[in-house]
């Protein structure tokens, strides 16, 4: 069952643009994660964010959760041509313990 | 330098055979995922184990089988059943806790023709 909905499906941008990403789910939730993954590699965490936290920062990566909505965002500010990847939005349902992954925004920075 | 290794990086196995992925830690980790990614998708999630000697379903089961007998360890076997295996496999680990993020391997891509 997918949980989480990433919009846009591709995102296409210069360098130095930002790119944000949404992420909208379906249950209550324990937290919300974001990975990234590089083609044909596994998935790396970057941030999570907790149900009773509204925004957390990370380096140039800034998430905001609004439970209310059931709705996340991703922005990564200043955007270099090695931020191409794809980001997913992860979450913990609350009280489960499966992770459950959206299908993804693929990110195309260009130099 | 800890981490997750899976092997081998491409499989390729004639339709009817089963196959085993491999998948180790050495984070310490006492939870473990396998899932599968096909072109294009997310994640979808085929088993998990929080312990050693204790796993449960996920929400694509049907035709692969797990073990995991040791805390580092947890193997997946895509067997005969399994209608559609061609994809690519990722396992990860975590702590206990649900507030854990995963840690993945390299993903093992397989082909069944």
């Known amino acids: 069952s997918q949980q989480g909905e990433e919009d846009p499906q591709a995102l296409s941008i210069q360098e130095g643009e930002n790119a944000t990403m949404n992420c909208s789910y379906k249950t209550s939730i324990n937290n919300l994660q974001w990975y990234r993954q590089n083609s044909g590699r596994g998935l790396v965490h970057l941030i999570l964010i907790r149900s009773n936290e509204r925004e957390k920062h990370s380096g140039r990566l800034r998430v905001t959760l609004d439970t209310s909505k059931k709705s996340s965002s991703l922005l990564i500010t200043a955007s270099r041509a090695a931020d191409t990847a794809s980001y997913f939005c992860?979450?913990?349902?609350?009280?489960?313990?499966?992770?459950?992954f959206g299908a993804g925004t693929r990110l195309f920075v260009k130099a | 330098d800890g981490g997750i290794t899976q092997s081998p990086k491409y499989l390729f196995r004639k339709e009817g055979q089963n196959v085993t992925l491999s998948c180790e830690q050495n984070l310490n980790h006492d939870a473990m995922y396998w899932y599968r990614q096909d072109p294009g998708q997310g994640l979808r999630l085929i088993y998990y184990?929080?312990?050693?000697?204790?796993?449960q379903k996920g929400d694509i089961a049907e035709g692969y089988s797990v073990s995991r007998e040791k805390k580092e360890s947890f193997p997946l076997t895509v067997t005969s059943a399994q209608k559609n295996p061609t994809a690519f496999y990722l396992c990860?680990?975590?702590?206990?806790?649900?507030?854990?993020?995963?840690?993945f391997g390299n993903g093992t891509r397989l082909t069944v023709t």
């Open positions: 184990s929080q312990i050693v000697n204790d796993f």
């Open positions: 992860a979450t913990v349902p609350g009280g489960g313990f499966k992770t459950i």
């Open positions: 990860a680990s975590s702590p206990t806790g649900y507030n854990s993020p995963l840690h």
